[in-house]
């Protein structure tokens, strides 16, 4: 979940990349017309409320709008043909605002009097699904599929008329496929009335993070500088990132990343930028240079569950860890997530944590408190990204975050600095730190949370 940085962006008044088509309020006079493809704006309201002028925006837009809690303002406003800038201005009068790029190359609006930081009601839009449901994004026509000991899943497959496209044999978990939504809960009924069933689930997918944006290399720390220890007596600790795929990191660097796991079929990645898995690579290598003086025996094994797809899926992710824990995997980073609530990877996660291998997860780039998974699961350590020691304006608050750790992380490739920012950079950082920990002091994992808690540990307080 990281969140690109750009120059400048914390008050981006120019709308780039917008796509959604224009729309109309109902009744005259309140009319607002938002043109994308022209980037152009026509207004006519007289007297209306600010959240429903916002309202109407995140409809027309397909903006994430956050308005300061409180904040009241009377709306009067006629234009035509004005470029988004300018009528964001006349429609907000003297209040301020910011638009932000979003991790997936979308806009946030936030309005606010006081500070951005204070801007963290989410104005809905009149279609929901244009902001995505909070449920999660069902994958269609699929069902995950936990059977009892003794059931075949191939049996069922046959009665069900489903495809059997994805398997934990070590969990009697599957992926079914069907050919129509309607057989899909004709077949969620019959398992879930059957006594060979466990458990069935929706399958939800989790959007492709993007990688970070190239910088100028003033200022800047140089590439980590690391020296790889041969295995103490009881064997060495590896970070299974559970990412997207991971690229050669240079000669210095690439003997600190194991041969990688595939969960999702070959990567397609562009040679000339890093990925969202390789800047998280070099953001673990960076905590482990911090926390280790520069010479460690840990290794991070690359687990890709996204391969050239847009989106990987909680099934694929599941998978992912249990092959990482197979593979000798001592702690997991999470630098990913959706509202997604799937209750196979839940069990799977607390499974792995009462094996004592700790599990760090990115919060959210969303100044909410709404959960966000897996880092909201029990057993999970739920990393939020912090600036000077306050939360990020854009990092999840919510309640079951634990951790604090700053969300900002430069990455080298091919020699070229790139700045990656979010939530997904601190729990990388995280996962990173504690892993250099435990192995630079010998600690066990409750030695290592304890110290954890102790130096990056927040306190959440319910808003009064």
């Known amino acids: 979940m990281t969140r690109n940085r750009q120059a400048g962006w914390a008050l981006l008044f120019a709308v780039i990349g917008l796509t959604c088509l224009g729309v109309q309020a109902a009744t005259a006079p309140n009319q607002l017309a938002w043109n994308a493809a022209q980037s152009r704006v026509t207004a006519d309201i007289e007297a209306g409320s600010l959240y429903g002028t916002l309202k109407q925006i995140a409809t027309a837009t397909g903006w994430r709008v956050y308005l300061e809690p409180g904040v009241t303002r009377q709306v009067s406003a006629k234009f035509s043909e004005l470029p988004p800038g300018d009528a964001l201005r006349l429609l907000l009068g003297d209040l301020n605002y910011a638009l932000v790029p979003d991790t997936n190359g979308s806009l946030r609006l936030f309005v606010f009097r006081t500070s951005r930081q204070n801007a963290t009601q989410l104005v809905e839009p009149a279609d929901r699904s244009r902001a995505g449901a909070a449920a999660g994004k069902v994958i269609p026509n699929q069902l995950i599929v936990r059977l009892k000991p003794g059931a075949k899943i191939e049996e069922w497959a046959r009665l069900l008329g489903a495809r059997v496209t994805g398997r934990i044999d070590s969990l009697n978990a599957y992926r079914l496929e069907f050919d129509s939504e309607e057989a899909t809960e004709a077949a969620r009924q019959q398992l879930a009335a059957s006594s060979d069933v466990e458990s069935v689930d929706n ?16 200022n800047l720390p140089p590439p980590p500088r690391l020296r790889l ?10 970070v299974g990132l559970i990412d997207t795929a991971v690229q050669p990191l240079g000669s210095n660097l690439d003997p600190f990343v194991l041969e990688a796991i595939s969960v999702a079929g070959p990567a397609r990645t562009d040679p000339n930028s890093p990925t969202h898995g390789t800047s998280m690579a070099g953001t673990v290598l960076r905590s482990l240079e911090e926390v280790t003086k520069g010479s460690t025996a840990v290794q991070i094994l690359p687990v890709d569950v996204y391969g050239a797809n847009p989106s990987t899926s909680t099934f694929d992710v ?28 839940r069990s799977v996660l607390l499974d792995v944590s009462k094996q004592n291998i700790p599990v760090f997860a990115a919060a959210g780039n969303e100044p909410v408190t709404t959960p966000v998974y ?91």
């Open 374 to 464: 897996p880092a909201a699961y029990p057993g999970v350590t739920a990393v939020t990204a912090v600036d000077h020691g306050q939360i990020a304006p854009y990092a999840n608050r919510g309640s079951f975050v634990s951790l604090g750790v700053p969300g900002t992380s430069v990455v080298y490739y091919q020699n070229q600095p790139y700045q990656v920012v979010g939530t997904s950079a601190a729990s990388a950082s995280a996962a990173g730190l504690a892993a250099g920990y435990m192995d630079a002091t010998r600690s066990t994992p409750a030695q290592m949370k304890s110290f954890m808690n102790k130096n990056f540990g927040v306190t959440i307080t319910p808003a009064g």
């Open 318 to 345: 599941a998978k992912g860890v249990v092959m990482a824990v197979n593979s000798g995997a001592k702690v997991i980073n999470l630098s990913l997530g959706s509202p997604g609530d799937d209750s196979l990877l």
């Open 229 to 238: 220890n041969p295995p103490p007596a009881d064997g060495r600790i590896i």
């Open 203 to 218: 399958n939800y997918a989790i959007d492709r993070p993007p990688a970070g944006q190239p910088v100028s290399s003033q």
